[in-house]
């Protein structure tokens, strides 16, 4: 998508350790501008696909979640990163192992929000090694949800998250994907 990869060069900042910076526009501060033009992206891209819920994650998976929400005229569900202690049988819970926190954490979404009659669409901000999407993608499983797609901001395409999602089969639709970043340079190539 041409508007978030020319705010990724005017905008991102890349920091050493391949880390993205997209604090002024994505993550922190929002750019609800670019979220709207975001949304009606992955609307076209979903045109066909029967979606009634979109699902993401605390934290900034939210902002974008419901700006493509008010699109797509569905309700929309954030996972929420839990202490493994307030776990009891009333939640889907699944276990992420955060590389770039270097810690493994639990989400939980309440079964009160995912059935078998719900047709999901996953938002995300940033796809790396997957692990966020792939904790998602163990609840709608275990809800008996339906998978429609995943819709993604930026995925770092030089990790194995987009690679290990497509090769199962999930319909994957990321806006920008940078192959590669040079921290000294501030030099980004993106895939097309
Ligand atoms: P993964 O889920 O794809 O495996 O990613 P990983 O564990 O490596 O990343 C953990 C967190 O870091 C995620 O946010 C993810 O969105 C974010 N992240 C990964 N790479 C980048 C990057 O290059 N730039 C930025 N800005 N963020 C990145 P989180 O900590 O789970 O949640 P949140 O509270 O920030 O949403
Ligand atoms: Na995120
Ligand atoms: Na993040």
Known sequence: MELLEQYIREKGVVKKGNVLKVDSFLNHQMDVHLFSEMGREWKRLFADAPINKILTIEASGIGIACIA???????????????????????????????????????????????????????????ANGCAVNGLLDIIEASGATLEGVGIAVEKGFQEGGKLLRERGVRLESLAIVDAMDAKTGELTFRH
């Open 69 to 127: 929400a008010q699109l797509f005229e569905v309700p929309v569900v954030f996972a929420k990163k839990a202490q493994s202690i307030n776990i009891d049988g009333e939640v889907y819970a699944s276990k992420v192992q955060s590389f770039t926190h270097k810690r493994v954490y639990d989400v939980i979404v309440s079964k009160k929000f995912l059935s078998p009659d719900d047709h999901i669409l996953v938002i995300d901000d940033f796809l």
